[in-house]
């Protein structure tokens, strides 16, 4: 009996795990959690975009510098508000994903 000794087998389909769905509880409270980091993401980076624009470009003296940080806040919280760059999009994603939930929508 010297000869192969593989053994076929039918190939099965491989059909990936159904998440089951999050409730709008769930949803809600992973949209309000991604936005928010989006918006500190973003203000983080417009703060360091800020550092390399001139001191005097918004009227100089001491306010300007106390005041860069409230600017920053407010524009982050308008990218945020206009759909952002697309930073909260993928966190829902993966943050339901972590939870072993979906959002239901079609991949």
Known sequence: ?????????????IQPPVRPV???EQLARV???SREFEESFLQVMLGEMFKTVPTGQFGGG???EAF??????AFSKQIGAAGGIGLSKQLNH??????????????
Do not use: N
């Not at 860069?68 to 806040?73: I, V």
């Not at 993966?94 to 991949?107: N, R, V, Y």
């Open 1 to 13: 009996m010297a000869g192969d000794m593989t053994i076929e087998a039918p190939a099965l389909p």
């Open 22 to 24: 999050a409730t709008a």
């Open 31 to 33: 949209k309000k959690v």
């Open 62 to 64: 001491e306010g300007e």
């Open 68 to 73: 860069k940080s409230f600017l920053t806040e």
């Open 94 to 107: 993966e943050l339901l994903k972590m939870q072993g939930l979906t959002d239901g929508a079609p991949l």
